[in-house]
Nanobody, 121 residues
Framework: QVQLQEAGPGLVKPSQTVSLTCTASGGSITTGYYYWSWIRQPPGEGLEWMGAIDTFGHTFYSPSLQSRTSISRDDPTNTVYLQMNNLKPEDSATYYC?????????????WGQGTHVTVSS
């Protein structure tokens, strides 16, 4: 069973850059088609889709975050990265990764447990 695990620094100061990783274990995400997203949830609020990367390396971003966000990948290690710069206190949230895969017409959906990011001086 594939599991996703996010990792990040936890606490970041305003205006700094945060880098998060999401790594798959127990199987491969990258052997077939995948659409790998980053989604966040501020305390007491709903989920916000931030962006994604697919098998072909195409990236997709939320218009409101595009100027500050970059998503990349490393297929051999089954890892996707999120970099976000110029952080603000309102960027404090739990950050999740989600992968939808398609192999031979079969779709699977995987979620990580989330990693907390707090933006505070």
């Amino acid at each position: 069973q594939v599991q996703l695990q996010e990792a990040g620094p936890g606490l970041v100061k305003p205006s700094q850059t945060v880098s998060l990783t999401c790594t798959a274990s127990g199987g491969s995400i990258t052997t077939g088609y995948y659409y790998w997203s980053w989604i966040r949830q501020p305390p007491g609020e709903g989920l916000e889709w931030m962006g994604a990367i697919d098998t072909f390396g195409h990236t997709f971003y939320s218009p409101s975050l595009q100027s500050r966000t970059s998503i990349s990948r490393d297929d051999p290690t089954n890892t996707v990265y999120l970099q976000m710069n110029n952080l603000k206190p309102e960027d404090s949230a739990t950050y999740y990764c989600n992968a939808v895969t398609s192999t031979d017409g079969h779709y699977k959906n995987y979620w990580g447990q989330g990693t907390h990011v707090t933006v505070s001086s």
